[in-house]
C-alpha cells in the first residue's frame, strides 16, 4: 500500500503530523504524571502549554498549501453546491449560452464555408468570369476564338486565363446512353486551378486530346469508387477517352462529370468561355479599364461574337455561386449575432441579479475576514464554472447545428465546392465573448461588494427597502436592448414568412400538379440539318405523347416557369410610326419562348384570344405568335393585338454551329392570339411582356420535353429511355423532374430554409428576451418583498403593489419595442435590397407587437400575481 | 481575517525559532518533544516556547528540505518521529548564524550609551 500512499503525499504528511502531535502530549502528560500530577490535571497542563493543538496543526498543513490551488478547489465545491441550490439559475444560464454559441457558430461556419471561403482553387477571391453590358439589363457572357484567347492570355492584369466549354456528351458503350456533363478546358486548366489531384494526375498541355479527368462524385457515382478506373477508358460520343485521374471531393469547377481538353479550330465560329484570375494587386476596375480596348478590338474583329457599344463587367466567381442570397446570408449573420448578444445579455441579467442578492452573504464574508480578492475569485469560479458548462453544451450544439443545416440547406444555395465544418475561430470567438460576459458580471457583484461595508449590506439585506437605483438602471437598459433586438429578430422573421406565404400563393399560372420536365441534348454535330432536327424532335414528342401514362407533350426551348428567362430587343413598326411611341418603346425588350403548339394544353396555360398555330404552320416554320397578357397591356391596352406585327432581335436571327434557323426565318411574327401570364422573371418579380414563337424558327441542339401525365414518373423515364434509344442509339435522356419538386427544391427551397431560419432565431430571441424579464421582475420582488410587506400594512392595495413591480420593466419593454420598431423602419430599406422582403408591413409589424406583448405580460404575470399576494405579516416576519 | 499572535512568536523574531531548532539537531537528531525541552534547558528556561509553535517551523524546515524526519523507536520505547538536519540544513544554518550575529552585533551597537559619540 506504501507506493499507493506515496501517491497523495500530502494526505500521509497530513497523517504524519496529527500522529506527532498527539505522541507529543501523551509524552507530555506521561512526564507530568511522573512529577505527581493526576492524569487529568496532567491532561489539562499539557494542553496549555502547547497551546491550541487545532491551530498549530492548521499552521503546520498550511505550510504545506499552494493556496490557490486549495480555495479554487474550495470555490470550485462552493460553486457546484451553489448551482445544485438553484438549479433553475443554473439551467438557464447554461441553456442560454449554449444557444447562443451553438447558433453564432453553426451560422458563422455555414457562412463561411458558402461565401467567404468556399472554393479550393488558388487564388480563388481573384477569379472572374467576363459579363458584357450593352443597354439590355442582361449580360452577355463573354466568349472568344482562338486566336483572341492566346492574345487575352498575355494581358499584364491577367494571372492565368482558361477556356472552357461546358456541355453534355453521352457516355455510350453501354446499355443505355447516359447522359452527363462534360467540362473540356483548355488543358491549361489545371495549372490554372492548382488543386492536385485525389488519385492518378491531371493533364497538362503535352497530353492529347482524347484524355479525361473524372470528377469525384461522378467517380463515385458512375466507378463505385474504385482506384483501377486510371488507365482504362471512357467512351464519350462514341469516342475513347483515357482517364487519367480522379479530382478531390471539392474540385466541382461548374458540376461536371468529367474534364477533357478543349482545343481551339481555327474556326472563328469555334468560341468558348473565358475564366481568369486577376493579378494580385489589380483591381477589379483597372482591369476593366486595361481590358476594355482589346476586347472593344475584338469586336471589330467579330462583330457577331460581341454585342454593341458593350463594358465589360468583372464577375467574381463566388458572385455568381451565391448571388442574391449573399445579402440574406449577412442578415442572418447578423440576426444570429444578435442572438449570442442577447444570450450575453441575459447571461448578464441572470448574474447582476443574483450578485444583487447575494450582497448580504458578501458583505458577511467581507465582515469574517475575507480579503476582496477572495471573495472575487470565488464569484468568478462560479461564473466561470457556468460559463464552462454553457460553453461545451454550445460547442456539441454548435457541431449538431451544423449537421442539420448541412442537411437541410438546399444544395442549389451553396457552390457545390463548398465544404460546410464547424469553424473553430468563430467557435473561438463566441466562447471567448460569452466567458467575457460571465466573467465581467460574475465579478461586478463582487467588486461592488468589496466598497460596500457589512453595516450598509446588512441594512441593504434587512430593510430591503427599494431596490438600487444604479441596478435597476442597468437592468433596464439590459431588458431594453433586449427587446429591441427581438423586435428586429421578429420582423425579419414576419417578412421571410410573409414572401414565403406569398411565393407558395403566387399565380404560377399553369397547373404544375402532374407535370414533368426532362432534358434532351443532342451530340455534337448531330442532326445538323435543320428539317432533319426538327422532324426528329417532333418523333420524339409524338412516340412520348403515345404513351399511355401521358396525356399530353411538348417541346420546348427554356425551362419550366418561374425560372427567368432572357430577353430580346423588340420594335413594333405600327406604334413606332408615331414619334412620342418611338421614344417610349425604342429600347424595349420582350422575353422569346420558342415552344410547340401541345404547350399550352399541356402546361394548362389558358389561351384568351386567337388561336394557336398547328403543328403544319410550326413544322414549315410559320412567322406567327402568341403574346402574353402583359405584352398585351403594355402596347395594346385598350386595343386588339390580333393581327399585329413585331420585329424581335434587329430582324437577324443568328445561328451557329449548334444553332440552326429556319429557312427563310425574319424574326417578324403576326400575332394570332393572346394567352395567360406565367411568371418569367422568378417567382416574385412582376410577369414581363413575352412572346411565344414556334421552336422550329430557331432550333438549339437541345430540348425540353414537357409532359403531362396520368402515372409515376420513374416508371415513365425508363420506357422513355428505350423508345429514344430505338429511334436513336446514341441519343441519350435526362432526368425526368416534376414542376413539383422544381418547385419546392429550386425555388421555394431557399425561402422555406431562410423563413424557417430566421423564425427559430425570432423565437430563440424571444425566449431569450421574455426569461431575461422573467428574471428581473421576480428578482426585484424577491428583493422587495418586506417593503411591500410594509407598504401593505400601511395601507396599499394590491393593484398599487402591481403597478410598483411592473412600472420599471413596462418602461423597459416600450423603450425597447419603440426603439426595435424604429431601428427596423430605418433599416427596411436595406432588408428589402438584400432579402426582396418587405420588413414594414404594418399588418405584420400588428402581429409581431401583439405576440411580443402578450407574451411579456403573461410571463410578467407570475412575479407580480407573486408580488400582489405578499402577506404583509409573513413577509414582515421572514427577516 | 487577521490572524490572532501566535503567543510563542510573540517574543521571538521570525526565523529565530528554526534557527535553534537547526543547531539543536545539528548536536543530535531528536524528536518534537525532546527538541522542546532541549531548547527549553539551553535557555535556563528563559525562553517559554509554547510548544505547539514548534510543529509549523518543523513544517517549513521539511518543505524546504533542511531538516529530515523519519519514524523510530525512542530509547523510551516509544513510537517518535526523529528530525535529523540535513546537508542543507547545515549550511542554511551558518549563513543564518553569521546574519543574524551582525545584526546583533548592529543591535548592540546602537543601544550602548558609552559609545554613542
Not at chain 1, 413598326?573 to 403548339?597: E, I, T
Request: aromatic share 8%; with cysteine; charged share 20%.
Amino acid at each position: 500500500m506504501a507506493w499507493f500512499r506515496s501517491l497523495f503525499p500530502r494526505r500521509r504528511m497530513y497523517d504524519d503530523l496529527s500522529e506527532e502531535i498527539r505522541q507529543h502530549l501523551e509524552e507530555k502528560i506521561e512526564s507530568l504524571m511522573a512529577d505527581g500530577l493526576s492524569r487529568e490535571d496532567a491532561g489539562h497542563q499539557a494542553r496549555r502549554e502547547f497551546g491550541n493543538a487545532m491551530l498549530m496543526e492548521e499552521r503546520s498543513r498550511e505550510v504545506w498549501l499552494r493556496p490557490w490551488i486549495e480555495s479554487l478547489c474550495a470555490d470550485l465545491r462552493f460553486a457546484w453546491r451553489q448551482a445544485v441550490k438553484s438549479p433553475r439559475f443554473a439551467l438557464a444560464a447554461v441553456a442560454t449560452l449554449a444557444i447562443g454559441i451553438g447558433a453564432q457558430t453553426a451560422v458563422y461556419s455555414v457562412i463561411h464555408a458558402v461565401l467567404i471561403d468556399p472554393y479550393p482553387y488558388r487564388g480563388a477571391m481573384r477569379m472572374v468570369h467576363f459579363h458584357l453590358y450593352d443597354k439590355n439589363p442582361f449580360p452577355f457572357d463573354m466568349a472568344l476564338d482562338g486566336q483572341q484567347f492566346a492574345e487575352f492570355r498575355r494581358s499584364p492584369v491577367l494571372d492565368g486565363v482558361i477556356a472552357e466549354d461546358k456541355w453534355s456528351m453521352t457516355l455510350t458503350g453501354e446499355e443505355l446512353p447516359v447522359q452527363i456533363q462534360a467540362d473540356r478546358t483548355s488543358s491549361n486548366a489545371f495549372q490554372f486551378f492548382g488543386v492536385p489531384a485525389l488519385a492518378g494526375r491531371e493533364f497538362s498541355p503535352s497530353d492529347p486530346q482524347t484524355v479525361a479527368v473524372l470528377s469525384y462524385r461522378f467517380w463515385r457515382s458512375h466507378f463505385a469508387g474504385r482506384m483501377d478506373v486510371i488507365g482504362k477508358r471512357v467512351q464519350l460520343n462514341h469516342q475513347d477517352y483515357t482517364i487519367l485521374g480522379v479530382l478531390p471531393q471539392r474540385f466541382a469547377w461548374g458540376g461536371s462529370d468529367v474534364y477533357i481538353p478543349f482545343a481551339y479550330s481555327a474556326d472563328p465560329q469555334r468560341i468558348a468561355s473565358v475564366y481568369a484570375r486577376v493579378r494580385a494587386g489589380v483591381s477589379d476596375q483597372a482591369a476593366e479599364q486595361a481590358l476594355q480596348p482589346m476586347l472593344d478590338r475584338f469586336a471589330r474583329e467579330t462583330p457577331g461574337n460581341f454585342p454593341q457599344n458593350f463594358r465589360v463587367h468583372l464577375v467574381h466567381i463566388h458572385e455568381l455561386a451565391t448571388g442574391r442570397f449573399r445579402g440574406v446570408l449577412t442578415i442572418l449573420f447578423l440576426s444570429v449575432s444578435f442572438l449570442l448578444a442577447l444570450a450575453c445579455v441575459n447571461i448578464a441579467i441572470l448574474l447582476l441579479a443574483r450578485g444583487e442578492a447575494r450582497q448580504t452573504e458578501m458583505a458577511l464574508r467581507k465582515a469574517l475576514g475575507a480579503g476582496r480578492g477572495r471573495i472575487i475569485a470565488q464569484l468568478l469560479t462560479e461564473s466561470l464554472l457556468l460559463s464552462i458548462a454553457g460553453e461545451g453544451c454550445g460547442v456539441l450544439l454548435a457541431l449538431a447545428g451544423v449537421r442539420l443545416l448541412r442537411q437541410f440547406i438546399p444544395a442549389s444555395l451553396f457552390p457545390s465546392e463548398a465544404v460546410i465544418r464547424i469553424n473553430l475561430s468563430v467557435l473561438f470567438f463566441s466562447v471567448g465573448v460569452s466567458m467575457l460576459t460571465g466573467i465581467v458580471c460574475g465579478v461586478w457583484p463582487a467588486l461592488r461588494a468589496a466598497r460596500s461595508d457589512l453595516r450598509q449590506a446588512a441594512d441593504a439585506g434587512s430593510h430591503k427597502l427599494a431596490g438600487r437605483r444604479g441596478l435597476q438602471k442597468s437592468h433596464t437598459a439590459l431588458l431594453a436592448a433586449q427587446l429591441t433586438m427581438t423586435v428586429l429578430l421578429l420582423a425579419c422573421s414576419g417578412a421571410t414568412v410573409r414572401r414565403l406565404s406569398q411565393l407558395v400563393h403566387a399565380d404560377l399560372g399553369y397547373d404544375p400538379h402532374q407535370l414533368v420536365s426532362t432534358n434532351l441534348t443532342l451530340s455534337e454535330g448531330d442532326h445538323h440539318g435543320w428539317s432533319d432536327r426538327v422532324h426528329f424532335y417532333e418523333q420524339i414528342r409524338k412516340m412520348a405523347a403515345a404513351d399511355p401514362g401521358v396525356i399530353s407533350a411538348a417541346i420546348a426551348e427554356n425551362n419550366l416557369p418561374p425560372s427567368i428567362i432572357d430577353s430580346a430587343p423588340i420594335s413594333i413598326p405600327a406604334l413606332n410610326a408615331g414619334s412620342n411611341a418611338a421614344s417610349k418603346f425604342a429600347a424595349d425588350h420582350v422575353v422569346p419562348q420558342r415552344v410547340s403548339p401541345e404547350f399550352f394544353a399541356t402546361l394548362r396555360i389558358p389561351l384568351l384570344r386567337g388561336r394557336v398555330w398547328n403543328t403544319p404552320e410550326m413544322a414549315h416554320a410559320a412567322h406567327l405568335a402568341l403574346i402574353n397578357q402583359a405584352m398585351q397591356r403594355r402596347y395594346w391596352p385598350g386595343s386588339d393585338p390580333l393581327g399585329q406585327s413585331f420585329v424581335l432581335n434587329h430582324g437577324v436571327a443568328s445561328g451557329n454551329a449548334w444553332v440552326l434557323v429556319a429557312p427563310g426565318n425574319n424574326e417578324r411574327y403576326q400575332i394570332i392570339g393572346v394567352v395567360g401570364d406565367t411568371p418569367n422573371q422568378g417567382l416574385d418579380e412582376q410577369t414581363a411582356p413575352a412572346v411565344y414563337l414556334p421552336y422550329t424558327m430557331i432550333t438549339y441542339d437541345w430540348f425540353n420535353l414537357m409532359l403531362r401525365i396520368r402515372g409515376n414518373a420513374p416508371e415513365l423515364l425508363h420506357t422513355l429511355r428505350e423508345q429514344v434509344h430505338g429511334l436513336d442509339a446514341g441519343q441519350s435522356v435526362g432526368d425526368l423532374v416534376t414542376a413539383e419538386d422544381m418547385l419546392n427544391d429550386d425555388t421555394l427551397g431557399r425561402e422555406r430554409f431562410i423563413a424557417g431560419l430566421f423564425t427559430a432565431f425570432a423565437l430563440v430571441g424571444l425566449v431569450f428576451a421574455l426569461s431575461g424579464l422573467y428574471c428581473v421582475q421576480s428578482y426585484l420582488v424577491a428583493q422587495r418583498t418586506r417593503e411591500f410587506g410594509v407598504r401593505m400594512a400601511l395601507g396599499a392595495g394590491r393593484l398599487h403593489i402591481a403597478a410598483l413591480v411592473t412600472k420599471t420593466s413596462a418602461l423597459a419593454v416600450a423603450a425597447g419595442t419603440g426603439l426595435g420598431l424604429l431601428l427596423n423602419l430605418l433599416c427596411s430599406r436595406t432588408f428589402a435590397d438584400w432579402t426582396s422582403g418587405n420588413s414594414r408591413d404594418p399588418q405584420m409589424l400588428g402581429i409581431i407587437l401583439a405576440v411580443l406583448l402578450v407574451a411579456a405580460v403573461l410571463v410578467s404575470a407570475i412575479p407580480v400575481l407573486f408580488a400582489a399576494a405578499i402577506d404583509p405579516v409573513t413577509a414582515l416576519r421572514a427577516e | 481575517m487577521t490572524p490572532p499572535q501566535a503567543p510563542g512568536q510573540r517574543d521571538l523574531f521570525p526565523g529565530a525559532l528554526e534557527m535553534m531548532v537547526l543547531q539543536s539537531l545539528r548536536r543530535q537528531p531528536m524528536h518534537g518533544y525532546a527538541l522542546v525541552q532541549h531548547i527549553r534547558q539551553r535557555s535556563n528556561e528563559l525562553l517559554q516556547v509554547e510548544e505547539g509553535s514548534l510543529y509549523p517551523a518543523l513544517q517549513r524546515l521539511l518543505k524546504d528540505r533542511l531538516v529530515k524526519a523519519e519514524w523510530e523507536i525512542s530509547a523510551t520505547n516509544r513510537r517518535v518521529r526523529t528530525y535529523r538536519i540535513t546537508a542543507a540544513g547545515n549550511r542554511h544554518l551558518d549563513r543564518e548564524v553569521s546574519r543574524f550575529e551582525r545584526m546583533l552585533e548592529g543591535i548592540h551597537l546602537v543601544l550602548s550609551p558609552a559609545e554613542a559619540e
